[in-house]
């Protein structure tokens, strides 16, 4: 099975949310089914074949998450992100401040859904598949 540092070595190539994608099937190919990412301090719990699962450790210090969520202004936050406009701790910080507590990762369906406290899907977005030409190398 997978390990943290095989994870985090995957996600050392990420340098904005545009880097996602690629991530993703970073991930799906050390064999990470799903995950669950916490806003409030970063850890992460993967999962993987056979009920096994691993979880990372605290990424940053806690972050308040907002009791009430504002989906409008997580979306505009996000898209920011994916296009590349802010990095990982602003964006958790966007997302705390949107009420996002977690987002969950599914690397066969290829989804990310966002949840606020109550367990709300605030969004559900469909991860791009990337394409490869014939020329290029396999990630």
Do not use: R
């Amino acid at each position: 099975m997978f390990t943290i540092d095989q994870i985090k070595a995957a996600h050392s190539k990420v340098k904005s949310g545009a880097d996602f994608p690629a991530y993703i099937q970073d991930l799906k190919k050390l064999g990470v089914a799903s995950y669950e990412a916490f806003v409030e301090d970063g850890h992460t719990e993967y999962f993987g074949a056979n009920e096994f699962k691993i979880t990372s450790p605290a990424n940053y210090e806690v972050l308040k998450i907002s009791d009430s969520s504002n989906a409008a202004q997580f979306i505009s936050d996000l898209k920011a992100h994916q296009s590349g406009k802010t990095d990982y701790p602003t964006f958790c910080n966007d997302a705390a401040k949107s009420g996002i507590e977690k987002w969950a990762v599914d690397t066969e369906k290829m989804t990310c859904i966002y949840f606020d406290k109550l367990d709300n899907e605030i969004l559900i977005e469909v991860i791009p598949h990337l394409i490869l030409l014939a020329s290029d190398s396999v990630l």
